[in-house]
């Protein structure tokens, strides 16, 4: 492992990454880099950039305030690049506002949902929060950022693959 340098990009400072062939087709192989898919992104528009199986990474652009989300499972939340709060309600009825058979989170709207306040988590680069079961949660930055999310294929799971992935040797 000699001489291999790791570099951490960011949302204003990354180079397109690419894939490195060993003998093989590039399109057995998905690529995307995290920085350029929140971009071009929508706020809060969760895009799937790793699969196995049901689950995936998905990657957003946290700007303002987004609505609220919940899921019926845990879920993990990293900030990538600047700061981002987590907002969290201890649902009143869980069942009633998340399907609790589902998968993968669902969104909420921007009312408050019916339950108390569990107060909120403050991520900075590098920081990691769980997204509880039985909770709501919504986000907000002050300025552009990026988070990823481990979680489970679901309603607001947006695929870009034909866009984000590289399909030939560059």
Not at 12 to 31: L, M, S
Not at 81 to 100: M, T
Not at 106 to 133: E, N, Q, S, T, W
């Amino acid at each position: 492992m000699d001489g291999v340098v790791t570099q951490f990009g960011s949302l204003r400072d990354y180079r397109k990454g690419g894939v490195e062939i060993i003998d093989d087709n590039p399109k057995n192989y998905v690529f995307s880099n995290v920085f350029e898919v929140a971009d071009t992104s929508a706020p809060y528009e969760r895009v799937a950039v790793g699969k196995n199986f049901e689950y995936v990474i998905e990657t957003a652009r946290a700007e303002g305030v987004s609505g609220w989300f919940g899921c019926a499972h845990d879920e993990f939340v990293l900030c990538m690049d600047g700061a981002v709060e987590v907002h969290f309600v201890k649902l009143d009825d869980p069942d009633a506002v998340v399907d609790p058979e589902g998968e993968g989170a669902v969104a909420l709207g921007d009312a408050i949902p019916a339950g108390r306040k569990m107060g909120r988590v403050v991520l900075g680069r590098g920081h990691m929060a769980m997204l509880p079961v039985g909770a709501a949660y919504r986000f907000q930055a002050d300025t552009p950022s990026v988070i990823l999310f481990q979680t489970i294929e679901g309603a607001v799971t947006v695929h870009k693959w034909a866009t984000i992935c590289q399909t030939e040797a560059a």
